[in-house]
């Protein structure tokens, strides 16, 4: 196995950070990899917005429902789907905004290359021994964001992503076996006994881990 590959299948949510910064030259790195992820027509919809301050972390940790790691991780970074720069454009070439992104399909793209932006993040912080976690309750807060982060019209804040040195090894969570999200030509429905057996899996994955009993199966 390569490294790439042994990074991507040793990830794990990190809740827990030592009291150590991240290296500028690591960070600019995560941000760089960012950047060079896959997005539609080059148009490179994503604003990545990095907050270090401990007092301005602890109040996005507030505002996410009290979410401790934000605050303990020394940077937080948001990812933001950005159509400004592209209003921008079309306002100095004469174009008509609203034709060029006003379709609801626009804000899919988006928020798609958002996700996009936060997994690639995710494998270049891991590739340098940074944990990371995700943090989606900063879209559920958008217009406090929006607010506190002095975003232009256009940019909408949709992912969070704590970035800093695990002080914890909750283990790798178990997924589903690929035989109940691979199929080849078709879906193939009866997936009912790989789902019983995952959350088997992941009850006893649970019962180790109270601490981080978040949730117990697919319905819970």
């Known amino acids: 196995m390569n490294e790439v590959m042994n990074t991507l299948l040793s990830h794990r949510s990190i809740r827990k950070y030592e009291e150590r910064p991240v290296e500028e030259e690591i960070l600019d790195q995560i941000v760089r990899a960012a950047q060079a992820a896959p997005n539609w027509v080059n148009l490179q919809h994503v604003s990545i917005i990095a907050i270090k301050d401990k007092s301005r972390r602890e109040k996005f940790s507030e505002l996410c429902g009290g979410q401790k790691h934000i605050a303990q991780a020394p940077i937080f970074l948001i990812f933001c789907a950005d159509f400004y720069r592209t209003w921008i454009a079309c306002q100095q070439k004469g174009q008509a905004f609203e034709d060029t992104v006003g379709q609801i399909d626009n804000l899919i793209v988006g928020a798609n290359e958002v996700g996009i932006a936060l997994a690639t993040a ?44 695990p002080a914890e090894n909750p283990g790798i969570k178990p997924r589903f076996p690929k035989e109940a999200v691979y199929f080849e030509e078709q879906y193939r429905q009866n997936v009912e006994a790989l789902i019983a057996e995952y959350d088997e899996i992941y009850a006893h994955y649970l019962k180790e881990r109270p601490w981080n009993n978040r949730v117990g199966n697919q319905c819970h």
């Open 122 to 165: 995710v494998a270049a912080a891991e590739s340098f021994g940074l944990g990371t976690v995700p943090i989606g309750d900063i879209r559920l807060h958008a217009l406090e964001a929006v607010r506190e982060l002095n975003l232009p019209k256009y940019v909408i804040p949709l992912l969070g992503l704590c970035v800093g040195y």
